[in-house]
């Protein structure tokens, strides 16, 4: 048993989905379960979809029929002599059920409705995707993970129910790949009552990670547009090097820290049952990629770099100037937990104790709702997170020369710089 994971950019259109069912040919497509992510941009036109219907805009069933036509453009192309009737009524069906969802929908919680209305990209592209390579041969069940994923009800970061999801997995996964290979959709959970959740964005990974670790996987293949894994984003930083192998241990650091080739919380399942996760590019599918492992030899990193920016500044300070005690912290930490607002810098002072997150709007107001009464807020927004880890001071000055440097941080290991650029 293998696990492949296909992201958005390399099931973007025709050409791309053929791609993949190459790479499936070539590699042996049976015993395999394939988690596919939504096509191209279609999450941001959905994202769009929401904003719209949340904000009272009649425009969003416009935009909706505006994802069915962009994809129907890619059904066409994809069966260029005909028959792709089926792949047309199955993806209008999908289509039609999310409109009728928020046609009838009376919540006004704003990420219930999220996951409801986003999942709806990873049902279409597994949907398209399936369709296809069993039109040409290539013997597919198209799995629904909400069989089989389950979470808690925390909409938009879906906490994964393990063990009812690894029983759920091992039994289905059993029956289907008796008869071909299974695709299913990656970043997509259910609540106890049935509901979409989705666990963060970019989580398809981190499904195929929960996959290969409930089938007891030989190995998980992520298939992305680069060679593997860099020591920094290329388009940050241009002279980034290839790593041809990295340890389990500096995954998660790296992904701790924000980069981006793979989903956060992808290691840790696979790590468990110590199967080696490798990043292939899906462009060059010949050629062998990075492998993440256990006996990974990394004595020799370069120093790796990762950038996050829309960053915002949150600086807390006691009302009646007192030193920031546990008390303090205590209150702060428990406020963040509730609201899911995930902290990616952290720093305390006598009399304050300052935080950096993702721009998350919502998120955001409520944590300061919630704690102004308590303290003092400062917020600083648009700002640039930089972490180095194996780091020089050549570099540091490199990549900091001519930068507005709010809040520095610093290990043995690992430098973090929160920049105004």
Do not use: C
Not at 128 to 146: F, R
Not at 181 to 186: D, E
């Amino acid at each position: 048993m293998q696990v492949y994971k296909f992201g958005g950019a390399s099931v973007k259109d025709a050409d791309a989905v053929r791609n993949v069912t190459a790479i499936l040919k070539e590699n042996n497509f049976n015993e395999k379960v394939v988690v596919i992510s939504a096509m191209g941009k279609t999450t941001n036109a959905l994202e769009e979809v929401i904003n719209q219907y949340y904000g009272n805009d009649a425009t969003w069933e416009k935009t909706l029929d505006g994802v069915f036509e962009k994809h129907l453009e890619i059904i066409n192309a994809l069966y260029s002599n005909g028959g792709h009737d089926k792949a047309v009524a199955d993806v209008k069906v999908l289509v039609e059920g999310v409109r009728e969802f928020l046609k009838a929908n009376n919540s006004r919680n704003y990420n219930y409705i999220y996951d409801q209305v986003v999942s709806l990209g990873e049902y279409i592209s597994t949907t398209i995707v399936s369709d296809y390579a069993n039109s040409i041969g290539l013997k597919n069940t198209l799995l629904d993970v909400k069989q089989v994923l389950f979470t808690d009800n925390a909409y938009t970061e879906g906490k994964v129910d393990f063990k009812k999801t690894e029983e759920a997995i091992k039994k289905k996964v059993a029956e289907l790949t008796k008869t071909g290979f299974v695709i299913t959709q990656g970043f997509v959970g259910s609540t106890p009552e049935g509901f979409a959740t989705t666990l963060g964005r970019e989580g398809s990974d981190y499904t195929a990670s929960i996959f290969a670790y409930a089938t007891d996987a030989e190995r998980m293949t992520v298939w992305k547009d680069v060679e593997g894994i860099m020591n920094a984003d290329p388009k940050e930083y241009k002279e980034a090097q290839f790593l041809s192998e990295i340890t389990y241990h500096e995954a998660i650091e790296m992904t701790y820290y924000g980069a981006s080739v793979i989903h956060p919380k992808t290691i840790k399942p696979i790590q468990n049952k110590n199967i080696p996760l490798e990043v292939r590019s899906f462009v060059n599918y010949s050629k062998r990629g990075s492998i993440i492992s256990a006996n990974a030899n990394t004595n020799f990193l370069p120093p790796i770099m990762i950038w996050k920016r829309q960053q915002v500044l949150l600086s807390f300070s006691a009302k009646d100037f007192s030193f920031i005690a546990e008390e303090h912290l205590s209150k702060v930490f428990s406020t963040f937990a509730e609201n899911r607002l995930r902290i990616n810098m952290m720093q305390n002072a006598a009399i304050s104790f300052s935080i950096a997150v993702d721009f998350k709007k919502e998120k955001i107001e409520n944590v300061i709702e919630q704690l102004q009464n308590d303290f003092s807020i400062t917020r600083n927004d648009s700002l640039t997170l930089l972490t180095i880890r194996h780091y020089n001071q050549g570099i540091i000055d490199k990549l900091t020369k001519d930068k507005d440097i709010l809040v520095r941080q610093i290990s043995r290991t690992t430098i973090q710089l929160l920049m105004r650029e």
